[in-house]
């Protein structure tokens, strides 16, 4: 109000704290809230294309249940491990000549592995897990029964939960390395250093080898990867069946609540989310300023 009761000019509303305005400092007017803006950029999901990608989850815990199906037929005595060697072997170069036999995926800087190369690692591998075998096989022999297999449901749990599912070529260090210490803490219960060598062996084709060409299938062949996923989880509950009905159950129920349940619940909450953008100050994490912001 001016000095003869005349209103005086109306001043703007600014949002800034530091300059002393005639309005609260919870105020705001009707502008403020025409930039209001809901679930922007906010990512629309196919059920179907959930369920493909929620299959890789579902594959993980089949290779799982496969590697314990193969080392209780080993310690009942269902299983020689000369056999499990052999058919690792062949698996081992059937799979190897699919994974040369796929286009490689361009990366610039990176020349590819020669067959060499890859042999001398193979050979470098096997030479030491059979010279280490009689050591793995009575590294836990102090630790009792129950102790050990503890330890190989935590870190085969472990491992299902920090697998890369959407890069797992080559596996994340946390979980290949939990996935190896399981199959060593299982195969030191095995009866001899053989078993324990074939274990081992097998551990390294179900956790390294096998997400590697899974990989090169999801780049090189989209159309053919679900079909091996599908697969390779119907395998692990046939296997699974004739050792344990009940845990057969268990695992089917596992395999349709991670692939089929899990997505629709994800694509119906979908429709009740609900974001807002709007012009005041949020907080946002930039990668490109490193660990303090500048």
């Known amino acids: 109000m001016g000095p003869d009761g005349a209103p005086g000019p109306a001043v703007p509303w600014r949002k800034v704290l530091w300059e002393c305005q005639p309005f609260p400092d919870n105020y705001v007017d009707q502008r403020f809230l025409e930039e209001l803006r809901r679930n922007e950029g906010i990512r629309q999901y196919r059920y179907w294309a959930v369920v493909r990608e ?74 030491f897990t059979f010279g280490f075998s009689p050591v793995l096989k009575t590294l836990t022999e102090s630790v009792s029964t129950d102790t050990v297999y503890a330890m190989s449901a935590v870190m085969l749990l472990a491992h299902l939960v920090s697998f890369p599912y959407a890069q797992p070529s080559p596996p994340g260090s946390f979980s290949l390395n939990a996935a190896l210490f399981a199959s060593v803490c299982l195969a030191s219960r095995l009866p001899g250093a053989l078993h324990t060598f074939a274990m081992l062996t097998c551990a390294l084709l179900v956790f390294a080898l096998w997400p590697c060409l899974l990989q090169r299938l999801r780049g090189s062949a989209p159309g053919s990867s679900p079909g091996c996923v599908w697969e390779c989880a119907s395998q692990g ?40 953008q709007g012009p005041w100050d949020e907080a946002e994490i930039h990668e490109d300023l490193g660990l303090f912001g500048q």
């Open 237 to 276: 509950w046939q296997v699974w069946g004739p050792q344990w009905p009940g845990g057969a159950v268990l695992l089917a129920l596992a395999l349709g609540s991670v692939t089929l349940l899990c997505p629709l619940l994800l694509v119906r909450l979908q429709r009740h989310k609900d974001n807002i």
């Open 54 to 127: 929620a299959g890789f989850v579902g594959e993980q815990l089949s290779c799982v249940a496969i590697f314990i199906t193969l080392w209780l037929y080993m310690e009942q005595s269902l299983l020689s491990p000369e056999t499990l060697l052999w058919t690792s072997l062949a698996c081992a170069l059937l799979g190897y000549g699919l994974h040369r036999s796929l286009s490689a995926p361009v990366d610039s800087g990176c020349e590819p592995r020669t067959r060499l190369a890859d042999l001398q690692s193979a050979a470098i591998f096997l030479s």
